[in-house]
C-alpha cells in the first residue's frame, strides 16, 4: 500500500472547539504513523488559509472552487500524490493501528480499490456505541465474506466511506464523488464503483470513530435538514445515476416542493 | 526327540530376529470404520500408520466386518444397479483424513486369513478389550502393544474382574505422561512408553489475514446453540459474527476453516488431550475453551496452573462474555502478546519433526526389546540343550 495521503476537508472553522478539533486530528495522523511502515502525510483542503501547516505538519491544498464535502474531497484527490488517500472528518478519529491493519490485508487484496474500516459510531451523550460498514462480515449478505458488491447494495445502503482508504487511479477515474447526490453521495459512489467490478472490502477491524450527536457535525446537519421523504427521494436518485461518471446536477423534487 | 525341537525352535527364533533385524515383519493397527465420521482417537492411529509406512515399514489396517461385499460382488450389484447394503462396505478414512491414508493397505480380518508371525507387531486400541482376548485365545504368537489415547475407555468394556495381564497384554505406548500415570496406577506391570500426538503441518499459520468468523468445536450441536444464541442476545451488536461449525467436516475443509478464522470456540469434556484445540491454535486462532475434565498436559504450566496459550473457563456459561472481548479486542488489534507469545509455545511442542522423531525411538524399542526377548528365550533353550547333554538335572 505504501505511502499514504490522509485529507482532512475543512470548510469553515467556526469556533476554538472546532480548531482543536482539527488540531486533535491532526495529531491523531502522527500518532498512527507510529504503527505504518510508510509514509503518512496530512492533507487539508480548505478555502481558507487556516495556518495550521507549518505549527503541525502538515500540508494545505487551497481550494478556490466549491467547497461542499464532496468537491473538497474530489479536489484533494487530484492534487495529492500519493497513490492511496483516506478521509478524516476533523471531529472523528482513526484507531491509531488503523492503517497498519489495513496494510496486512493490502497484500493478498492488491486489487482492491477501496478498503473500509468497520466504523464505531457513538453517542457522546450516553456513551453507546454501534458499527457501521459492518454487515459484509455477515454470511450472505454478500456474494464474499467481507466484500461489498453491487447486488448487496440494491437492499442496504447503510455504508460509510470516510476512514476508508481509496485508490487514488480508481477514484478519479470514475469520477470521484458527486455533490449533487447530497445525502446519497456515499451509496451512489458505491454503487459506481462496484457497478464497474471494482472491488470494495471491509477490514474486518474497529479502523474508524465517529461521534454521532457532536453539534454542526456533517451527521448532525445532514439528519436535521433532510425530511424522510427527501432522504427516500435521494436515495431512489442515486440508484439511477450510478450508471453516469459525471455529476449530472440532477436534482429531486418532494410534495413540499410540489405545494410551493 | 527334545533336542530336535528345542534346535527347530532355535531355527524360528533366529529367523523372528533377523526379520525384525532386517524390516522382514509386519506392523498392524486394529481399527475401526469411521464411516466418514472424523475422530481425532483414528487421526492418530492412522497418523501413525502412514508415518511408519513412510520409513519404509510393512504396514497394515486390520478390522471387522462381517459379510462385507467382495469387490466382485460389489462389481455385480453395481452393474445390475441392485441396491447395496452400505452396512457391508468398509467405508474407512479417504473422505474426511484423505486418500494417502486410505491407500494404506486393509484387511477384514473377519473374512482373510489373517497370518501373524513372532515378528510382526499389532497394535490395539486401548477400548478393544474383546481384540486382546481373541489374540490371546488363538495365542497370536506377534507382539502386541496397546495404544492408549484416553483411560476411560479402558474401562468402557473390559469385563469386570478381567485386567490386561489375563489377557497376556504387557507393553502399552500412551499419548501423555497422564495416561500413564493412570494406567500404570491400575496396571503396575505394564511396559510402557510416551508417543506425543503431532499436529500435522495442514495446521499452520495462514498467509492471508484472518476473516472476522468464529470457529465452533463441541461435542454436540446443543452446547453449539446454546454459545451463539446467548451471545447473540447478550451482544446485539455483534450479530453481523459468523459461526463456524467445525464438527463432520473432511480434515482439508477443517483445516482450511480454521486457517480462514480468526477466533475458535473449544468446549469438550472428555477430551484427554484436546488435538482441536492445539490445530485452532497451531492456526494462529485465538481459542476460547472450557477446561475439560482431565486437563492436557499442554494446557498448563510446571506448576499445574493454566497457561496463557488460550483464554479458559470452568464456566461453559462465561464463554459468550469472554468471546465478546475477544472480539473487541481482535478488532481493535489489541490482543495481549502475552496470549500470542505462549500460543507460539505451544506450537513448537507437538511438530512433524518432533513426531518422527519420537515414532522412530518408540518403533526401535519395541524392537529392540522384542530382539532382546527373543535372545533370551534362544539362551535359555541353548542352556537346557546344554544341561540336557551334560546330564544336569
Not at chain 2, 69 to 86: H, S
Not at chain 2, 139 to 154: E, M, T
Not at chain 2, 228 to 239: A, G, L, R
Not at chain 2, 301 to 313: A, I, K, Q, R, S
Amino acid at each position: 500500500m505504501k505511502d499514504i495521503a490522509v485529507i482532512i476537508p475543512v470548510h469553515e472553522l467556526k469556533d476554538d472547539t472546532e480548531k482543536e478539533l482539527l488540531i486533535r486530528a491532526i495529531n491523531n495522523v502522527k500518532a498512527c504513523q507510529k504503527y505504518y511502515e510508510h509514509n503518512l502525510t496530512t492533507y487539508i483542503v480548505t478555502p481558507l488559509d487556516l495556518g495550521v501547516d507549518k505549527s503541525y505538519d502538515c500540508k494545505v491544498l487551497i481550494n478556490d472552487g466549491a467547497t461542499d464535502f464532496c468537491s473538497q474531497i474530489n479536489f484533494a484527490a487530484k492534487n495529492v500524490t500519493e497513490d492511496y488517500f483516506s478521509i478524516l472528518e476533523f471531529d472523528d478519529e482513526y484507531n491509531e493501528k488503523w492503517f497498519s491493519m489495513v496494510n496486512k490485508y493490502f497484500y493478498t487484496n492488491e486489487d482492491v480499490s477501496l478498503f473500509l474500516p468497520i466504523n464505531v459510531q457513538i453517542i457522546s451523550k450516553d456513551g453507546y456505541r454501534q458499527f457501521a460498514n459492518e454487515t459484509p462480515w455477515a454470511l450472505e449478505f454478500s456474494q464474499e465474506l467481507g466484500y461489498i458488491d453491487f447486488k448487496c447494495l440494491a437492499n442496504y445502503y447503510g455504508f460509510n466511506i470516510t476512514g476508508g482508504v481509496f485508490n487514488r487511479n480508481d477514484f478519479n477515474r470514475i469520477g470521484g464523488l458527486k455533490s449533487s447526490i447530497q445525502i446519497a453521495f456515499n451509496y451512489e459512489f458505491l454503487l459506481r464503483l462496484t457497478n464497474k467490478k471494482l472491488k470494495v472490502f471491509v477490514v474486518p477491524k474497529e479502523g474508524y470513530k465517529h461521534i454521532i450527536d457532536r453539534d454542526n457535525s456533517l451527521t448532525d446537519i445532514c439528519s436535521d435538514k433532510y425530511t424522510q421523504e427527501e432522504v427516500d427521494k435521494w436515495y431512489a436518485l442515486a440508484q439511477k445515476e450510478y450508471a453516469y461518471d459525471e455529476d449530472r446536477n440532477i436534482t429531486i423534487y418532494t410534495e413540499t416542493d410540489n405545494k410551493e | 526327540m527334545s533336542d530336535i525341537k528345542d534346535l527347530k525352535a532355535i531355527e524360528r527364533i533366529e529367523e523372528s530376529i533377523s526379520n525384525l533385524k532386517n524390516n522382514n515383519f509386519n506392523i498392524y493397527f486394529f481399527v475401526v470404520d469411521s464411516r466418514n465420521v472424523p475422530n481425532s482417537s483414528l487421526a492418530f492411529i492412522y497418523e501413525l500408520a502412514k508415518t511408519l509406512q513412510d520409513k519404509k515399514y510393512n504396514v497394515t489396517m486390520l478390522y471387522q466386518l462381517q459379510g462385507e461385499y467382495t469387490e466382485a460382488e460389489l462389481y455385480k450389484k453395481k452393474k445390475k444397479g441392485r441396491q447395496i447394503d452400505p452396512s457391508k462396505l468398509f467405508i474407512g478414512v479417504g473422505d474426511w483424513l484423505g486418500q494417502e491414508y486410505a491407500k494404506i493397505p486393509h484387511m477384514n480380518i473377519s473374512h482373510a486369513q489373517w497370518k501373524v508371525s513372532p515378528s510382526d507387531i499389532l497394535f490395539i486400541p486401548e477400548a478393544f478389550s474383546s481384540l486382546m482376548f481373541q489374540t490371546y485365545q488363538y495365542k497370536a504368537p506377534c507382539r502386541r502393544v496397546v495404544l492408549l489415547q484416553n483411560f476411560s475407555y479402558v474401562t468402557d468394556f473390559i469385563p469386570f474382574g478381567i485386567e490386561w495381564k489375563n489377557y497376556g497384554i504387557y507393553d502399552v505406548v500412551a499419548t501423555t505422561k497422564q495416561q500413564e500415570t493412570l494406567i500404570k496406577s491400575v496396571f503396575p506391570y505394564m511396559r510402557s512408553k510416551i508417543l506425543s500426538p503431532v499436529i500435522p503441518s495442514i495446521f499452520r499459520k495462514p498467509i492471508e489475514p484472518k476473516k472476522l468468523t468464529v470457529n465452533l468445536i463441541t461435542s454436540d450441536q446443543r452446547i453449539a446453540n446454546r454459545i451463539v444464541k446467548t451471545f447473540y442476545w447478550k451482544y446485539p451488536i455483534y450479530k453481523f459474527i459468523s459461526f463456524v461449525d467445525l464438527r463432520n467436516r473432511s480434515r482439508e475443509e477443517y483445516a482450511e476453516k480454521l486457517r480462514e478464522g480468526a477466533i475458535t470456540v473449544w468446549v469438550d469434556n472428555d477430551t484427554p488431550f484436546g488435538h482441536s484445540a492445539l490445530e485452532a491454535i497451531a492456526c494462529d486462532n485465538i481459542l476460547i475453551g472450557k477446561v475439560p475434565e482431565m486437563v492436557p498436559e499442554w494446557m498448563t504450566n510446571e506448576d499445574g496452573t493454566l497457561n496463557d496459550c488460550g483464554v479458559w473457563t470452568y464456566d461453559i456459561n462465561m464463554i459468550p462474555d469472554l468471546l465478546a472481548n475477544v472480539i473487541g479486542a481482535w478488532m481493535q488489534d489489541n490482543i495481549p502478546s502475552q496470549l500470542t507469545d505462549a500460543m507460539t509455545d505451544a506450537n513448537t511442542k507437538y511438530t512433524t519433526e518432533k513426531w518422527e522423531e519420537n515414532v522412530e525411538s518408540v518403533i526401535s524399542s519395541i524392537i529392540d526389546e522384542q530382539i532382546k526377548s527373543f535372545e533370551s528365550i534362544k539362551s535359555s533353550i541353548q542352556k537346557n540343550i546344554t544341561n540336557e547333554n551334560e546330564g544336569v538335572e
